[in-house]
């Protein structure tokens, strides 16, 4: 198990930008994908980005596609989301979560393939 603490989140104007970061415990970061989630208040949590160990492979949910990039620093032990053209409907918590493997799972996105998970960083987007 790794252990994960976000940050960066706040609160932004519609158009606006913000970086998610994601540090994670001990000297195996390097061995997990990881993966951004988003939970609204009364809805269920939602995949966002799924990044592969190496980072060279990433997937995005249709609705963040062309304005969030995900990257990773393994130097840095740090996951990163990239935010672009923020809207109001991106308002959420948003989690990392990381899971034991080089490569990508098939099921990347939902939530129970992920192995260990961070406490949340609000993002709220006002218009």
């Known amino acids: 198990q790794v252990q994960l603490v976000e940050s960066g989140g706040g609160l932004v104007q519609a158009g606006g930008s913000l970086r998610l970061s994601c540090a994670a415990s001990?000297?195996?970061?390097?061995?997990?994908?990881m993966g951004w989630f988003r939970q609204a208040p009364g809805k269920e949590r939602e995949f966002v980005s799924a990044?592969?160990?190496?980072?060279?492979?990433?997937y995005y949910t249709d609705s963040v596609k062309g304005r969030f990039t995900s990257s990773r620093d393994n130097a840095k032990n740090t996951v990163y989301l990239q935010m672009n053209s923020l809207k109001p409907e991106d308002t959420a918590v948003y989690f990392c979560?990381?899971?034991?493997?080089?490569?990508?799972?098939?099921?990347?996105?939902?939530?129970?393939?992920?192995?260990?998970w961070g406490q949340g960083t609000q993002v709220t987007v006002s218009s």
């Open positions: 990044i592969s160990a190496s980072g060279s492979n990433t």
């Open positions: 979560a990381a899971h034991y493997s080089q490569y990508l799972s098939p099921s990347h996105g939902l939530p129970r393939e992920y192995d260990s």
């Open positions: 001990g000297r195996t970061f390097s061995s997990y994908s």
